[in-house]
């Protein structure tokens, strides 16, 4: 089973404006952002299973976003919710709860606020076993706001809140490749793979090293679909000449385990 931990879909009437409303420079979509673009996609791929992270940049969005993501799952498509540091964390919990929601996507570079925000280290108290969490760290913005994602972030998170079960998109720093490495390989964060505009433009024997060093049980596929191409990713996952049990475990096992799939 293929599942794409790392995708991104919007309401139909509102996928062209989202795309081009927070432009990453250097990054062209290569996909439309709406459902039937996604379910084109996986056809073509053959990914059994993409998580559908939303977002609410503002605090105002974030019910409406919940609920949104949470009526286009199916057997397909998994729901990854949001939450936002200026709602009360009991706002935050009944929004999940109410909406079937137990996975949660963390963006700071579109929702402005750092991963080590002690308000968002509240939710991420109040979340205890309950939900899992994918964050995006490193760059992809202007100063201020790659400022608010790190590696050594995420290395603080992981020991404050050793039980939660945590995704750091980009190999744990996009663009801070070496960083994450450093601080992140051993340590029991899952690293997701997404490299935009392709992980392609990386090593294949230092992705490789690090998928052997951090261990296959804590690597995660992830597009970042509409940005990518997920047929392209699954490429170059395939030219790393990993093992059959490490290219299970990357592909799918990982990710049903910590987001409890199938369970």
């Known amino acids: 089973m ?44 053959g990914v059994d299973l993409s998580c559908c992270l939303a977002i609410a940049n503002e605090a105002r969005h974030v019910h409406r976003v919940n609920e949104f993501v949470a ?25 999940l709860r109410r909406n079937g929601i137990t996975a949660v996507k963390i963006h700071p570079l579109f929702q402005r606020f750092a991963l080590d925000d002690p308000r968002l280290w509240d939710i991420f108290e ?10 995006h760290v490193g760059a992809g913005g202007d100063e201020f706001t790659n400022s608010l994602s790190s590696p050594a972030m995420v290395q603080k998170i ?12 980009h190999f744990g720093g996009y663009k801070l490749f070496d960083d994450a490495e450093e601080l992140l390989s051993g340590t029991d964060v899952v ?10 433009l990386l090593r294949p024997e230092r992705v490789r090293d690090l998928i052997r060093h951090h261990g296959s049980e804590r690597i995660a596929f ?42």
């Open 158 to 169: 992981t020991k404050q809140f050793p039980g939660l079960r945590l995704v750091a998109c």
């Open 191 to 200: 690293l997701e793979t997404s490299w935009p505009p392709s992980l392609a």
């Open 71 to 95: 009526g286009i799952a199916s057997e397909t498509r998994f729901p990854v919710g949001t939450v936002h540091v200026d709602l009360p964390v009991e706002e935050n919990i009944e929004s």
């Open 2 to 45: 293929i599942i794409d931990a790392h995708t991104h879909i919007w309401p139909d009437k509102i996928a062209d404006i989202a795309l081009t409303a927070n432009p990453v420079p250097g990054l062209e979509p290569r996909g439309d952002g709406k459902v039937s673009g996604l379910d084109q996609s996986m056809q073509r791929t």
């Open 222 to 263: 992830g597009s970042d679909w509409p940005m990518t191409d997920p047929k392209a990713e699954l490429e170059a996952l395939d030219s790393l000449g990993l093992t059959s049990d490490e290219v299970d475990n990357v592909l799918g096992a990982t990710l049903a385990r910590v987001y409890r799939i199938g369970a």
């Open 126 to 135: 109040a979340f205890g076993d309950e939900f899992s969490v994918i964050a």
